[in-house]
């Protein structure tokens, strides 16, 4: 399928002016460097979980800025696109400290190492090109898997570090899949659907307030483990 590509330029400003309006909601926790070396700390499972989690918030902005791109009233898109973008920031600083490879290096939007994520990002695309509401959808089913696999990944890691990234990337999830329900509540007068996640578990975080994410956040008492749907 034809994918459409954002102008670098464009997808910029939308960066810089994104990061501004979001600043407030989402910041990333420090991530202090290391002069120890590094790979040899990490399990396979966090080496490959950084990896991975690099590139699946790469997917996220990619397909935002996509959707922007097509429904341009819809600043949803471009707002979260500029969270996720930060979010991508965060796994690359670890990415460093571990001086592990970055996946996305040299990539452009819609372009993917990982292959799995590469085909993932074009049947979102071709999902929400269908309509506006789709698109918004998608959106939606974006951030529940995010929310699924950042739980694994906390569930898999042992790193303090690596875990406050991950939190802040989960309360940064569940603040963009309150966005997306809304938008599409706004269109169809019905409540949201559960696409990934248990349906109690969506109502749970779409019933309560959005959260200021990162290090201005209040402390999280269940570290993650606050969704039912992992045990």
């Known amino acids: 399928m034809q994918t459409r590509h954002v102008p670098m330029l464009f997808a910029a400003l939308l960066m810089i002016f994104g990061a501004l309006f979001y600043s ?33 918030e790469k997917l996220a902005r990619d397909v935002y800025l996509t959707f922007y791109e097509l429904y341009g009233n819809l600043t949803v898109f471009s707002n979260i696109a500029s969270s996720e973008q930060m ?22 939007v819609g372009e993917f190492t990982n292959e799995e994520l590469q085909e993932l990002y074009l049947d979102l695309v071709d999902t929400g090109m269908a309509s506006p509401l789709e ?21 898999r890691s042992q ?20 966005s997306f329900a809304q938008n599409i509540e706004a269109l169809t007068d ?16 779409l019933a309560s307030p959005m ?21």
């Open 87 to 108: 979010h991508m920031n965060a796994i690359l600083k670890l990415l460093k400290k571990y001086n592990l490879p970055d996946p996305a290096a040299g990539n452009e």
């Open 159 to 178: 790193k303090a570090d690596i875990d406050a990234v991950y939190e802040s990337l989960l309360c940064g999830s569940r603040n963009h899949l309150r």
């Open 190 to 205: 019905d409540p949201y659907v559960a696409q990934i996640l248990q349906q109690d578990e969506v109502d749970a975080i």
């Open 24 to 56: 407030n909601t989402y910041s990333a926790p420090p991530v202090h460097s290391n002069a120890s070396s590094a790979t040899e700390l990490l399990t396979g499972d966090e080496e490959e979980d950084l990896l991975f989690m690099r590139e699946e």
């Open 135 to 155: 698109a918004l959808k998608v959106g939606g089913l974006i951030e529940e898997k995010d929310m699924y696999d950042i739980q694994l990944a906390i569930d």
């Open 211 to 231: 959260e200021r994410c990162g290090k201005k956040a209040p402390p999280v008492e269940c570290k993650g483990k606050c969704l039912g749907w992992m045990k």
